[in-house]
Every structure is written in structure tokens, then in C-alpha cells.
């Protein structure tokens, strides 16, 4: 089974803000994100509350940085999450990725993060 080391992360969760445009909330968007979860940005935006503060940390995330994580609402997350693509999921690094995992005092994932095996992802 592959492995998937965000499980064991969670730094970009606690190291970017995470605003989007408000329609994606619930008060606009059936199953979108939960819009007591969020702080207003401006009329336009919001972000996902904990994330709007120094140090930033999400509100949905769940668990220990760096040893077992997850998003409280990972079905509903918006498009800010669902369009961060860790480093080597697209068989590239992500700066942003290991910006926050550094900050953490994690390690830069490498292709052999994402495989019990040492490989990269199965290509879709």
C-alpha cells in the first residue's frame, strides 16, 4: 500500500494562510466548507480560522505535526488544500512544501517518500 507521508505531517497546515473566495463555504455551497470554521478576509474572501493568526494554525487539522495528522473536514476542504501539491506528488519538489516542513524541522520529501517500496506515486 502506498505511503502517504502527509498523514504523518500537517506543516503546510500550520505554516500558510488559507483563504479562498467565500461561495466556497457552506453559507453559499452545499457540502462546501463549514463557514463557522472561517474568519472574513475582505467582502470577497475568508480563511480557514487559526491560519489568519501568527503562528498560523489551521482549525480542521487534527493531531501532532510531524507524527500523525488529518483534516477534520478533508471532504469539504477548499480549494486552497485541495490544489497544494506536496513535493514529488506531480514527480517534482513543491518549494512551498518544503518551506513548511523545514519549518517544522522536517525533512524535504523525496520520490521515495511516497512508497513503502522507494517509488513514485503510480501515475493515474
Known amino acids: 500500500m502506498p505511503n ?12 500558510f494562510r ?7 463555504t457552506d453559507e453559499a455551497n452545499h457540502g462546501g466548507v463549514p463557514w463557522e470554521m472561517t474568519v472574513k478576509i ?4 475568508v480563511a480557514m480560522k487559526g491560519t489568519e493568526q501568527h503562528p498560523p494554525r489551521c482549525g480542521a487539522l ?3 505535526i510531524g507524527r500523525k495528522v488529518f483534516c477534520s ?8 488544500c485541495r490544489e497544494f501539491e506536496p513535493s514529488w506528488t ?17 525533512k524535504p520529501l523525496s520520490p521515495d517518500s511516497w512508497d513503502d ?8
Open 4 to 15: 502517504n507521508p502527509c498523514l504523518h505531517c500537517g506543516a503546510c497546515c500550520a505554516l
Open 18 to 24: 488559507v483563504s479562498f473566495y467565500w461561495t466556497e
Open 42 to 45: 475582505n467582502d470577497f474572501c
Open 62 to 64: 487534527i493531531g501532532e
Open 73 to 80: 473536514i478533508y471532504g469539504q476542504r477548499s480549494s486552497t
Open 90 to 106: 506531480q514527480y517534482h519538489p513543491n518549494p512551498r512544501c518544503n518551506q513548511a516542513r523545514l519549518r517544522w524541522g522536517l
Open 117 to 124: 517500496t522507494g517509488g513514485l506515486p503510480k501515475a493515474a
